[in-house]
């Protein structure tokens, strides 16, 4: 019953896969854009699209596996029956995955922003452009659009007269291919390791220089703060001698006498008492 079970799970798994769209796009913060932007373009725009189009949305940060992120990314990369490559932002990371998919003459649906020129002359494939302000009926409109080249690259996914990739609008022979190699257990799990290692660096260096910006804005925060206090401090220092002036200017009586201060008539009573001992 259990293997029954098991059979049936990974049956279903590879029909998921079989649908499945790998969605290449900027992840992290990029210069030009607000922090989140590339994630609201994902949920708003890109994954409504694949679903409307009848396919599973899948993006690398997304994955369930313990294995590194960079062996999944590479494994979506090569083997999703489609994908979407969002090239706003001309991010390096991008346009490697893109590279590769390319060479292995896999259907990608090509995505960028209005304010993003393309890299390369796009003309001959599919591909969809979007308002970077992403109001509401921009953000419907390129749902639209997208969701038709979704339909229209998957269905023709199998057509080899259907120029979808670089390699036939070029018109290259033959695609790339991998090759079967025999590693070693041994050798397998140390290039692991050293994968592993180069991510737990690569997070390291990411948190320092985030630690760095949060020291650079709390010291900032610090100086304004204390630049506040300040002035405020002589501000209230202002007032204060001020009230005391005015208190000292004004006109009083005592004994039927005019005084044009306080301190004329204090030092008046001071005198009397002086004399009185």
Known sequence: MTKELSNKKSKLEKLVEQ?????????????????????????DIIKPAIIAAGLSPFRADETKNTNLIQLDILRNVIESPIAICDMSSKNPNVFYELGMRQAFDKPTVLLRDEVTDAPFDVNGLRYVT?????????????????????????????????????????????????????????????????????????????????????????????????????????????????KEFEFSREEVRHDGILFATRRDRDNYIASNKEKSI
């Open 19 to 43: 649908d499945q769209c790998f969605v290449i796009m900027p992840i992290s913060a990029q210069n030009g854009y607000e922090d989140g932007h590339f994630q609201l373009v994902y949920e």
């Open 130 to 242: 979007y308002k970077k302000g992403m109001k509401h009926r921009d953000v419907v409109s390129a749902i639209n659009d997208l969701t038709i080249a979704l339909k229209d690259t998957f269905e023709k996914r199998d057509d080899k007269s259907e120029i979808n990739s670089l390699i036939r609008l070029m018109e290259l022979a033959n695609p790339a291919q991998l090759n079967q190699v025999e590693l070693t257990d041994e050798f397998r799990f140390e290039k692991l390791n050293e994968l592993h290692l180069q991510e737990i660096i690569s997070s390291i260096d990411s948190l320092n220089v985030n630690q760095s910006r949060i020291m650079e804005e709390l010291h900032k925060n610090r100086l304004l703060s204390e630049k506040s206090l300040f002035r405020n401090g002589m501000d209230i220092g202002d007032k204060v001698r001020r």
